[in-house]
């Protein structure tokens, strides 16, 4: 009903539309999940050239990471709190928001919790699973670059289950993993290369990450507020109204979200009261490596932050018997430091933390029931009660929009009116979307440079906004706030 409501989803539609043979201004793009990309270019293959054909293949991905979250829940809790869990992790109210829309952070999660799910396979069961896991974690980079900010929480995950010697037999089967993996990368690597034109815009990308670049004050997600993740969680888990600003905003928190957070609190006291937690002498060095990297925060590259909470996390989770808990929190560190480090901030780029986060909320419900004798049943079946009734009912949340079907509507006016349109030029100031619905005669112009377009030769403008101070062009309709103008003077 709303449409695309992500203009970086017309970039994949173009990108997959390139690997079908048409290039229409995806030549610079092309590097962008070409895992999701090509997938969608296979239905395109089909004749089914449409939007619907990303948002099943991210659909698809969705289920796919559900079923991968239920067993890697089946590895720490019962059969109830798995189900649970995924329940919760699949009704989240970020996650339902950009649930099979064509986004791919849902795609993306889905392949950490598989990665996740074959690493604690491979280190307490069987070490063949390194052989599928490292290949996994190149199919997961080439869905999308940030999958990349978890892979230390796996590595400290081994370090902390196995020491930092390798044995001969896991050895075997990661050298096996890391041959698959390096071949698979060259065969991804050369085609986006060729297509490409020998770009490859992802390396700067995340070589400026590394060295601490904060992203541009340009971008339209430009937000500096570091505890802008932190502060939202909470309309994050259930929120009772979304509006559309760009991109969905949430807002306004249920009880739902006030109770996840009550269950937790519940379980770090239980925890701690059972511990009768104290500092000790060998806690010191953490918690002033901990102290260093709240200090120097924002101030020093995120990868200098993450490397002293993950080394205060292993000196303290070396000989703890919760080794899993401590991978968990440094799945939550790894991606939530620099995500609110980077300075361009949209919510769905937290959901990679989801599955950690649940796993706590699961950790506190069984130590409630350990200390408390309430049926064991109650507290996970009112969960997924609630949370299931959220899952259908959550697009009740959002407010009414036609910003994004309007894009495909005022090009629909320009096919319609005008059967010469592929042989014109038309000026857009958004080519994202354009490109997908007009071709590849569009050309990008912003709205602000009203003297630009007026000088232009494009037949059509499609504006934002209303502009007043053309004198070559007139308006010849508007939908919901967008403008199209006709050159009428050479």
């Not at 991804?188 to 490859?200: A, K, P, V």
């Not at 968990?328 to 933390?353: C, D, G, H, Q």
Request: hydrophobic content about 45%; proline content about 4%.
């Amino acid at each position: 009903m709303i449409g695309v409501s992500c203009s970086d989803v017309y970039v994949y539609l173009l990108n997959a539309l390139y690997y079908t043979g048409t290039n229409i201004h995806s030549t610079g793009n092309i590097y962008l999940s070409p895992l999701i990309c090509f997938l969608t270019s296979i239905f395109f293959m089909f004749g089914f050239v449409d939007k619907l054909s990303i948002f099943i293949v991210t659909g698809v991905f969705a289920i796919i990471g559900n079923i991968g979250c239920y067993l890697l829940f089946k590895k720490y809790f019962d059969d109830t709190l798995s189900l649970t869990g995924t329940i919760l992790y699949s009704t989240f109210s970020l996650y339902l928001t950009w649930l099979a829309n064509g986004t791919l952070d849902i795609p993306a999660t889905g392949i950490i919790i598989w990665i996740a799910l074959f690493t604690v396979i491979a280190i307490k069961e069987n070490p063949k699973f390194y052989a599928y896991v490292i290949p996994l974690i190149m199919i997961g980079f080439f869905t999308r670059y940030t999958v990349i900010l978890t892979i230390p929480a796996f590595l400290l995950y081994y370090v902390l289950e196995k020491g930092f010697t390798i044995d001969s037999e896991d050895l075997k089967y990661i050298k096996k993993g890391i041959i698959f993996a390096v071949l698979l990368g060259i065969i991804i690597l050369g085609i986006l290369l060729i297509m490409g034109h020998g770009q490859f815009a992802a390396g700067s990308q995340i070589s400026n990450g590394i060295i601490g670049k904060k992203g541009s004050d340009g971008d339209p997600a430009y937000n500096p507020e570091v505890g802008y993740y932190v502060v939202n969680l909470p309309n994050f888990i259930s929120n009772s109204h979304t509006v559309f600003d760009g991109n969905p905003v949430l807002e306004n928190p249920t009880i739902l979200s006030w109770t996840i957070f009550v269950i937790l609190i519940i379980g770090a006291g239980l925890w701690l009261y059972e511990r009768e937690f104290k500092l000790e002498k060998k806690d010191i060095i953490p918690a002033v490596l901990v102290l260093i990297a709240i200090i120097t925060y924002t101030r020093i590259s995120s990868v200098i932050t993450t490397l002293l909470i993950l080394i205060s996390l292993y000196l303290i989770g070396k000989d703890s018997p919760h080794k899993d808990g401590y991978f968990m929190l440094a799945w939550i560190f790894s991606n939530l430091i620099f995500l609110s480090y980077y300075e361009i901030k949209v919510n769905r780029y937290i959901i990679p933390t989801f599955p950690a986060l649940i796993f706590f909320v699961l950790s506190a419900i069984n130590l409630i029931h350990k200390h408390v004798k309430i049926n064991k049943n109650i507290i996970p079946i009112l969960l997924i009660a609630l949370f299931i009734i959220q899952g259908f009912a959550f697009t009740a949340t959002f407010e009414p929009t036609n910003q994004y079907s309007a894009t495909e509507e005022i090009s629909q006016y320009i096919i319609d009116h005008d059967p010469d349109y592929k042989d014109k030029l038309i000026g857009v100031y958004n080519i994202r979307p354009y490109s997908w619905w007009l071709g590849e005669n569009t050309v990008g112009i912003p709205s602000g440079s009203q003297k630009t377009i007026d000088s232009s030769n494009v037949s059509y403008y499609i504006s934002n906004q209303k502009l007043d101070n053309l004198t070559n062009y007139t308006e010849i309709t508007n939908i919901d706030k967008f403008y199209l103008y006709n050159k009428t003077s050479v």
